[in-house]
């Protein structure tokens, strides 16, 4: 779940002088939903239990530092229940103090696979993150086949995934941080015989809900890749539960997949891994389609964005 909250501008400074955050930093928050790294966070934490004294010192402090973010939300939530309607709606952060008064510059994370690198130790929870305007933030992510991506319509709002493997960020949460300025998009793919291309967009965007999160992308520079997007682009998304392309039928029934489908796709990055060249069922497999081809499921391709200003 990805929660954001409405607050004034006299809320805001309040916010900021008693978390002593940093006022220039764009914050969002985001619940992780990291179930697989979890029970591998989980793993680690037990072999670090037996090995040192050392080490279950630090193993304290971080429960510690947990139960201190915790004490915090519960309070910011509380403050977020006083909140008007008419509040005016901003990327907030707040609350988080411990968290961010631990990061130095080159630490801050830009996404929550950051979060994990910086503390094995972290478990699914609300986040504070720093989307960069110098590094990109992965939205999309498809390496292994390890996560099932035919999904229905909420589950592809809230996002879902591995933020260390296969991911998606969630279509809410996409138009929330693209709705800060522009944002720049970088698609970076990767055959089963080491090639690797790139396609990038010099605007990508992704409406609100009451527009069915309408992707919005345009400026192209070919990276090898070819420009298999430009076709989406205006398109709302499409889900097997929440028909919303302009074909006839059901493009993400037909494609496996869940996408900004038109009628239907040049590239199907939702769709079903299958390792390389298999046409036996047309145009079903990760694909770019300007690349390798409708028939051609990828072994890897990624969605990064960075906010550019
Ligand atoms: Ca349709």
New binding site residues.
Partial sequence: MVDYVPISSERLDTIRSTTQTDPKLQILIKTMTLKTLKQKNKDTLTNQRQSTTTRSDQHRSGLLKRQRQSKYYNQAAKDMDSLKPGDAPVLLLMFLAPLLICCSAEEKPVDCSDILQQDPHSSSGVYTIYPSNKRFGIIQRRMDGSVNFYRPWDQYVEGFGDANGEYWFGLEFMHKITARGRNELLVEMEDFDGNKASARYSSFSVGPECEQYKLTVSGFTDGGAGDSLTYHNNMKF?TFDK?Q???????AKSFLGGFWYSSCHTTNPNGIYRWGADGTIYAIGVSWNTWKGNAYSLKSISFKIRLVK
């Fill in positions: 499409t028909d392309d302009t074909w006839p039928n059901n493009c």
